[in-house]
């Protein structure tokens, strides 16, 4: 398990992290959201220790994470770090390498990993001639050709067209199926919500919510759609917050100990109901009420 406590960073004036706290368990895909300049990037630095913090700490398996364990994580930066003129599986190769994983051993990943992600034609190739998106794929194949127990990777599906997406969603899942953590960031929150076991949101350097996507959405009242009566039937309603109305459909939240057949009574009472029934707020959603109070107007970042 993959503990951050307590993390702070700052740079000159500027606060990057305060009290960053949240773990990644065994076999777990774990989304790391915010917006641009959140501190995503800072922390998983400060995983990668190409950053030390101003305090906190960062564990695996109760242990603080040395030089030797941070050879055993799989990073794919948001940046690219991969040398253009290398080809691709030299250049996977001497990665491995680099890790401690013996040659052959190393060139056999390079052919499997390649050819999992759709680049074995591509294996001569150098990297500056590869397409953004088949350069994604070689970052992946550098983050795992030494068998990594820790994946860490920045923005992952970066440049990726649905089909190679959907193979890197895949690899990620085989990953995490053999125990592997695995922390992404990704600014694609409906990908985010479909793949990922847990989510944790960052917003102006803090953590303001983790947990599942359905225990983030039970961190909120309870919300229903109710479509019929005409706008306004709900808007003096104790225990009823309205939160939208489009044409005939009204949005409502409910107070803790609200009862959702008082609603159902009152919008009866109101007029004809065609519709009624609870509403699922998607990742999106969830994560706009999340930072709304971090940042300046309620403006998401």
């Not at 499997?112 to 992600?117: E, I, N, V």
């Not at 109305?245 to 008082?262: N, S």
Request: charged share 25%.
């Amino acid at each position: 398990m993959l503990a951050i406590d307590g993390l702070a960073k700052r740079f000159g004036t500027a606060t990057a992290l305060q009290d960053v706290t949240f773990v990644v368990r065994p076999g777990e895909l774990f989304g790391f959201v915010g917006g641009n300049g959140a501190g995503k990037t800072t922390t998983m630095r400060i995983v990668l220790g190409v950053l030390e913090p101003d305090a906190g700490s960062v564990s695996w398996q109760g242990s603080p994470v040395d030089a030797a364990m941070r050879r055993r994580i799989g990073y794919l930066p948001e940046e690219r770090g991969l040398y253009p003129k290398m080809r691709v599986t030299e250049q996977l190769v001497y990665l491995g390498r680099l890790h401690g994983v013996r040659r052959a051993a190393a060139i056999a990943a390079a052919d499997r990993w390649t050819d999992r992600l759709g680049l074995a034609a591509r294996r001569g190739d150098e990297v500056q001639k590869l397409s953004l998106g088949n350069q994604q794929r070689v970052q992946l194949c550098a983050a795992l050709v030494h068998d990594p127990d820790l994946l860490v990777l920045d923005e992952p599906f970066s440049g990726l067209d649905p089909t190679a997406v959907d193979t890197m969603s895949d690899v990620l899942r085989e990953q995490a199926a053999t125990g592997t953590p695995v922390i992404f960031s990704s600014h694609q929150l409906e990908l985010v919500e479909r793949l990922c076991d847990r989510v944790g949101i960052i917003s102006a350097g803090r953590m303001v919510a983790v947990g599942s996507v359905e225990e983030l959405r039970s961190a909120g009242g309870d919300r229903y759609d109710v479509v019929g009566p005409p706008p306004g039937w709900a808007d003096r309603l104790p225990g009823v917050t309205v939160l939208d109305t489009t044409g005939d459909r009204t949005r409502v939240e409910l107070a803790t100990g609200a009862d959702d057949q008082d609603l159902l009574a009152a919008a009866l009472a109101a007029g004809p109901v065609r519709a009624f029934g609870p509403y699922r707020p998607p990742l999106t959603e969830l994560y706009r009420d999340a930072v709304a109070d971090r940042v300046p107007g309620g403006a998401t970042e």
